[in-house]
């Protein structure tokens, strides 16, 4: 239940609407307890003598006062539902910017999928508490309350007989209720899997095709749904067993009413308009009963729900929070890109004994084009995202400028450092709007420049409407070769001070990934350029490489120096200087 105080600052937020939600429902319930007294006086009249006057009349004011009834509903409904609806708008975007300022690592052992359910069927589990929940609660508060004062003012013992039954009914709604919701939180479960698992097919589908694993893929689908499916059935035998529960109990609950109340008729003590109103206000009070229950399993499904909601939106938002450094150094606009690691090192946070930088310390000068090679694992990608700060290392300090990074706002550091990662994403929009992704005011000659400096505006010239040509679902699909360059051109377009490139040309071939970048080491000689490259084609011309080594710095040198050391890269040089001799042969 504490779950639920999450959402006090919301409650506040619509005070006003809830607050004139509570009055409409005490005039709904008011309006509804009194009309049952006109059905009363309306039989009486007829079992004294046939008036039909007075018939008219009673049976008049009662299509009034349900009238009003009505029509203050109409008004509860308009206020609590909608503020629950405005709530839920405020919540849908709230989760939404969070997730949007949740750090890289926290993506690292969440599935897409699981995110995805929780913004909407945990959400709405949410809703339904803040709408109907809130709404069943009051009602059946005042609905009782009213209802029972009517009755006790017809008769006191007659009550105490009609509400016998009332522990029992609320009782065993509150445990089918939980039965119910138990079923339904697996159930939310599993359709949380369901949509990790299609999420995840949707996106892998080339490879599922070009694996022929269709049959396979549609096999494990089978699964995941045929769970979903028997939770269900077994939810819906719950509810069935439940509402035929219900129906029963509330009609056996007449059963006193009639029989006491028959033999107060005949004693004289009520008239039949009196039994009457009273029957009427023991169905009237079924469905607030039966709801108490419903209502109890309404708050827990949501205080599980948002439970689930606030795991997320408890989450640090920016790295930053999770580590923040004293005294924060004054924004700088005018950086020149030089960079320090000092005694780095770093283990990922699922992986504390597996260190995979150690102890490195380098630095590289302002406009400077250093490069980083190594087997594959040796944590060149690792020593890279430090520097954006995707992740913060668990040892030591990156300066930029000589200033702490961590003491820089996210959004100056990232806005001086251009990034492309090995793994790239290009967004279904025109190739201008991918490009000019990064930038607030994005200029067409910016776009133009640096398309021209990827080596990608030739390409662009031959499609259909140029950079406005649409990418992906509804439009073309470039080569692997045309989305590395078109990435590049994004960080580019961001005139960054440092430009970071992780295997960012692996899908071309080992001539042109050369030239592209020697074009772009020349375009761009104030830039600090990081490279990282299995190809020694294309570092060879850097001022330093460093080679990585099970996460230490090995070796560092220009190309000269490295190969004449007769180490790690000279064996990695005369190997690939082996393979392109084997190639041209062939
Ligand atoms: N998110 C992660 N969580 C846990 N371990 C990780 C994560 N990312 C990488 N690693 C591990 O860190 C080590 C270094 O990986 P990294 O990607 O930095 O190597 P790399 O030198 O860039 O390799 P490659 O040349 O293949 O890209 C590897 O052992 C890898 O398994």
């Not at 939600?21 to 049952?36: A, E, M, R, W």
């Not at 203050?72 to 997730?99: C, G, M, P, T």
């Amino acid at each position: 239940m504490k779950n639920l105080l999450a959402l006090k600052p919301y409650f506040f937020r619509y005070k006003q609407m809830y607050l004139e939600g509570f009055f409409f429902i005490i005039l709904t319930n008011i309006f509804g307890v009194i009309g049952p007294k006109f059905i009363g006086n309306a039989i009486d009249a007829m079992s004294r003598s046939f008036q039909l006057r007075e018939i008219i009349f009673n049976v008049g004011l009662y299509v009034l006062f349900a009238a009003l009834s009505g029509f203050f509903l109409f008004l509860v409904r308009q206020r609590v539902i909608v503020a629950s609806r405005h709530i839920e708008f405020d919540l849908k975007n709230d989760y939404y910017n969070h997730l949007q300022k949740l750090p890289r690592r926290f993506y690292d052992h969440t599935g897409t999928g699981e995110l995805i359910s929780r913004g909407t069927n945990d959400l709405n589990a949410v809703r339904e508490f803040l709408g109907p929940g809130v709404m069943y609660s009051f009602t059946t508060f005042f609905r009782l309350v009213f209802a029972i004062i009517a009755m006790v003012s017809l008769s006191p013992a007659l009550t105490l007989f009609a509400l016998l039954p009332a522990p029992v009914l609320s009782y065993s709604v509150y445990k089918i209720g939980r039965s119910m919701q138990k079923q339904s939180k697996s159930i939310q479960e599993s359709y949380a899997g369901i949509t990790n698992l299609v999420q995840e097919n949707l996106s892998g589908i080339k490879i599922v095709k070009s694996y022929t694993r269709e049959a396979a893929e549609i096999r494990r689908f089978e699964t995941v749904n045929r769970q979903y499916y028997r939770k269900n059935l077994v939810l819906g035998k719950l509810q069935a067993l439940f509402f035929a529960f219900l129906t029963t109990l509330s009609a056996l609950s007449l059963i006193p009413v009639i029989w006491i109340g028959g033999i107060n008729v005949m004693n004289g003590t009520m008239t039949v308009g009196d039994i009457t109103q009273f029957i009427v206000y023991v169905s009237m009070l079924s469905w607030p009963i039966i709801s108490i229950g419903w209502v109890t399993s309404i708050i827990q499904k949501a205080a599980a729900s948002q439970a689930r909601l606030t795991e997320i939106l408890d989450a640090p938002t920016t790295i930053s929070d999770e580590n923040p450094l004293p005294d924060p150094a004054p924004r700088q606009t005018n950086f020149s890109g030089a960079l320090s690691l000092h005694e780095i090192s770093f283990h990922y946070p699922n992986q504390p004994d597996n260190e995979v930088l150690n102890n490195i310390s380098l630095d590289i000068l302002p406009g400077s084009k250093v490069a980083f090679v190594g087997a594959t694992g040796s944590g060149k990608t690792t020593l890279v995202n430090l520097l954006p700060r995707l992740y913060d290392p668990t040892k030591g300090r990156v300066l930029l400028d000589g200033i702490d990074i961590r003491t820089l706002s996210l959004e100056t550091l990232r806005e001086e450092i251009g990034f492309v990662p090995q793994a790239n994403f290009l967004f279904s929009d025109t190739i201008a709007h991918n490009i000019d992704y990064g930038n607030r005011n994005p200029e067409p000659e910016q776009i133009i420049e640096a398309s021209r400096i990827a080596m990608l505006y030739d390409d662009v010239q031959d499609f259909p409407d140029k950079f406005d040509t649409m990418l992906g679902e509804k439009g073309i699909n470039l080569s692997g070769g045309q989305k590395q360059r078109a990435c590049i051109a994004r960080a580019l377009a961001r005139k960054p001070e440092v430009l970071i490139l992780d295997d960012a040309l692996s899908a071309v071939d080992t001539a042109t990934e050369a030239r592209i970048f020697e074009a772009m080491l020349r375009s761009l000689p104030e830039t600090t350029i990081i490279l990282i490259s299995h190809r020694i084609s294309t570092v060879k011309n850097c001022d330093r490489i460093f080679v990585l080594d099970k996460g230490t710095i090995a070796e560092s040198g220009t190309h000269e120096e490295l190969i004449t050391q007769e180490s790690l890269y000279a064996e990695l040089y005369n190997h690939q200087l082996l393979e392109d001799e084997i190639l041209s042969l062939s």
